[in-house]
T-cell receptor, first 114, second 113 residues
């Protein structure tokens, strides 16, 4: 069964550095998402992306965050200047958008900001 | 802001019995509810969903019930199997949104042999 893949599985970075988290959504899916889960807290919506633009974003997704679909397969989340509180599991998800089709999630990237 | 609540952090059930996981919500504008299962070091895996216009959806061992008047839904797993041990998340979709999901905190289900 096709799956969403995320790389790297674990990223350690220093505060203030830029990080790029990478995702390859399922190939025939059209809608892409980033969610995150801070340790011990709930999963939170960050952003949705369709037709090469952001369709929705949460208040967490501020100017430090950006998303891009640089080619036909990758979907990236960039954090420009990481903060300690950005440490979390970041999950990429995709869906075909057909009625009743759920989100399919990747296994996540654990981001640790030191 | 706890729009979706799973009040039981954990639940222990004997193998072969029924597991019932509960979820409450406060926002009447949710149009779709989903249950996801999550193993450690993996992403959430979709289990079953229900539209707000229905009150029951069944898929094999999994049944989701929705009580709109009580703003309550539950996931029933019958019979429970050892592989069902995982964290179960209830999530609700904001009406007319593009899968902007609001998540519960999760319930850790432990199936005892």
């Amino acid at each position: 069964e096709p799956e969403v893949t995320q790389t790297p599985s674990h990223q350690v970075t220093q505060m203030g550095q830029e990080v790029i988290l990478r995702c390859v959504p399922i190939s025939n899916h059209l809608y892409f998402y980033w969610y995150r889960q801070i340790l011990g807290q709930k999963v939170e919506f960050l952003v949705s992306f369709y037709n090469n633009e952001i369709s929705e974003k949460s208040e967490i997704f501020d100017d430090q965050f950006s998303v891009e679909r640089p080619d036909g397969s990758n979907f990236t989340l960039k954090i420009r200047s990481t903060k300690l509180e950005d440490s979390a599991m970041y999950f990429c998800a995709s869906t075909s958008g057909r009625v009743g089709s759920p989100l399919h999630f990747g296994n996540g990237t654990r981001l640790t900001v030191t | 802001d706890q729009q979706v609540k799973q009040n039981s952090p954990s639940l222990s059930v004997q193998e072969g019995r029924i597991s019932i996981l509960n979820c409450d919500y406060t926002n009447s504008m949710f149009d779709y509810f989903l249950w996801y299962k999550k193993y450690p070091a993996e992403g959430p895996t979709f289990l079953i969903s229900i539209s707000s216009i229905k009150d029951k959806n069944e898929d094999g061992r999994f049944t989701v019930f929705l009580n709109k008047s009580a703003k309550h839904l539950s996931l029933h797993i019958v019979p429970s199997q050892p592989g069902d041990s995982a964290v179960y998340f209830c999530a609700a979709r904001v009406l007319d949104s593009n899968y902007q999901l609001i998540w519960g905190a999760g319930t850790k289900l432990i199936i005892k042999p």
